[in-house]
């Protein structure tokens, strides 16, 4: 599994999440803690957040104290719970956060729709990754976004208004 990554940044008493796919996800994900010191939660795979983490500090220079991970979680949806357990455990008032997640444009439907279960304050923002990845990510994504559907997790109402409010995915 790809590894999500959880972007925090703690400022001006916000906290901000990003949800990224690996290589891409991490470079974007550094590059916000670069430019304003935020915290980064790696979460996903059973091991993928910790090479991950290992990534984002060998690679971009991010520092050791600015990394947490979190590898219980296999799905989007657990990501989204997961984050906010340890969001909770970390900071005060996690309802009240921020949240940025970052991901591939085929994914970030799905992401705010699943973690604005836990953090009310979401936004997304798309990287972009090759077109072979893109078009088998997209097609990936339609049976995901149809099993949280069929699972309860949003209706068909809360698909519609994410598609089609102004700035949101």
């Given at each position: 599994m790809t590894p999500t990554l959880i972007f925090f940044q703690v400022h001006n008493g916000q906290l901000c999440a990003l949800g990224l796919p690996f290589q891409h996800r991490v470079r974007a994900?550094?590059?916000?803690?670069?430019?304003?010191?935020?915290?980064?939660?790696?979460?996903?795979?059973?091991?993928?957040?910790?090479?991950?983490?290992?990534?984002?500090?060998?690679?971009?220079?991010?520092?050791?104290?600015?990394?947490?991970?979190?590898?219980?979680?296999?799905?989007?949806?657990?990501?989204a719970r997961e984050s906010f357990r340890i969001v909770s455990e970390t900071f005060d008032r996690p309802h009240n956060i921020n949240i940025l997640v970052v991901s591939d444009f085929y994914h970030v439907l799905r992401c705010k729709l699943l973690f604005q279960k836990y953090f009310p304050n979401v936004r997304v923002l798309s990287t972009r990754a090759n077109l072979a990845n893109n078009l088998f990510g997209l097609m990936r994504e339609m049976g995901?976004?149809?099993?949280?559907?069929?699972?309860?997790?949003?209706t068909l109402d809360d698909i519609w208004r994410e598609l089609t409010q102004k700035g949101s995915v």
């Amino acid at each position: 599994m790809t590894p999500t990554l959880i972007f925090f940044q703690v400022h001006n008493g916000q906290l901000c999440a990003l949800g990224l796919p690996f290589q891409h996800r991490v470079r974007a994900a550094s590059e916000i803690n670069r430019n304003d010191g935020t915290v980064i939660l790696f979460t996903g795979g059973k091991g993928e957040s910790l090479k991950a983490s290992r990534f984002a500090q060998q690679e971009f220079g991010v520092p050791s104290t600015s990394c947490l991970t979190e590898d219980t979680s296999t799905t989007t949806m657990e990501n989204a719970r997961e984050s906010f357990r340890i969001v909770s455990e970390t900071f005060d008032r996690p309802h009240n956060i921020n949240i940025l997640v970052v991901s591939d444009f085929y994914h970030v439907l799905r992401c705010k729709l699943l973690f604005q279960k836990y953090f009310p304050n979401v936004r997304v923002l798309s990287t972009r990754a090759n077109l072979a990845n893109n078009l088998f990510g997209l097609m990936r994504e339609m049976g995901g976004l149809a099993k949280n559907y069929l699972q309860g997790y949003y209706t068909l109402d809360d698909i519609w208004r994410e598609l089609t409010q102004k700035g949101s995915v």
